[in-house]
T-cell receptor
Framework: KAGVTQTPRYLIKTRGQQVTLSCSPI?????VSWYQQTPGQGLQFLFE???????NKGNFPGRFSGRQFSNSRSEMNVSTLELGDSALYLC????????????FGPGTRLTVT | GESVGLHLPTLSVQEGDNSIINCAYS??????FIWYKQESGKGPQFIID?????DKRQGQRVTVLLNKTVKHLSLQIAATQPGDSAVYFC??????????FGTGTSLTVIP
């Protein structure tokens, strides 16, 4: 079974631009969560989607948004990029919400200059 | 908010020795925990999980222990190998039905 895939793997953007990241979950998984990982803050939860609905949201500004499609693939968007948005963005999928094994993709390394 | 902390940020062990990585969590209502391994340039890799109705679970060379009384989680790696060198995170499924992650422990295996 294929794992979680994320595209692109690397991205360089300038301040003020916007970016869209994509995540394809493991086949059969309906829950997709997004995380931001930085050296200073560690892994921080952005949001979770389940059956195309955002069910949970972390403490990030409204510039961070996401969506999920009927095939469970998910995208996250960051608008008006700031230097502090430079991070590894990780997507994780699981069968359902909460107490299920959660598997991560390789991440998208975003650099904002 | 949730607080999942690791007792030691770095750990060095000799190849062949056993490793123990610790984690403290704050939400006594958390019902599910996962240990992840993250190698440089990669996403976290699922190692082993445990539910709150258990106090021990074993996998291949790894054992997770859960002490709900003191809200403590540990990962034991038997016969540590150079390929085990990585950052290890614990995660708890806590308030809001979301996962909270510890800051990570960097394990270095000395050949």
């Amino acid at each position: 079974k294929a794992g979680v895939t994320q595209t692109p793997r690397y991205l360089i953007k300038t301040r003020g631009q916007q970016v869209t990241l994509s995540c394809s979950p493991i086949s059969g998984h309906r829950s997709v969560s997004w995380y931001q990982q930085t050296p200073g803050q560690g892994l921080q939860f952005l949001f979770e989607y389940f059956s195309e609905t955002q069910r949970n949201k972390g403490n990030f500004p409204g510039r961070f948004s996401g969506r999920q499609f009927s095939n469970s693939r998910s995208e996250m968007n960051v608008s008006t990029l700031e230097l502090g948005d430079s991070a590894l963005y990780l997507c994780a999928s699981s069968l359902g919400r909460g107490s299920y094994e959660q598997y991560f993709g390789p991440g998208t390394r975003l650099t904002v200059t | 908010g949730e607080s999942v902390g690791l007792h030691l940020p770095t750990l060095s062990v000799q190849e062949g020795d056993n490793s123990i990585i610790n984690c403290a969590y704050s939400n006594s209502a958390s019902d599910y925990f996962i240990w992840y391994k993250q190698e440089s340039g990669k996403g976290p890799q699922f190692i082993i999980d445990i539910r709150s109705n258990m106090d021990k679970r074993q996998g291949q060379r790894v054992t997770v222990l859960l002490n709900k009384t003191v809200k403590h989680l540990s990962l034991q790696i038997a016969a540590t190998q150079p390929g085990d060198s990585a950052v290890y995170f614990c995660a708890e499924n806590g308030a809001g039905n979301q996962f909270y992650f510890g800051t990570g422990t960097s394990l270095t295996v000395i050949p």
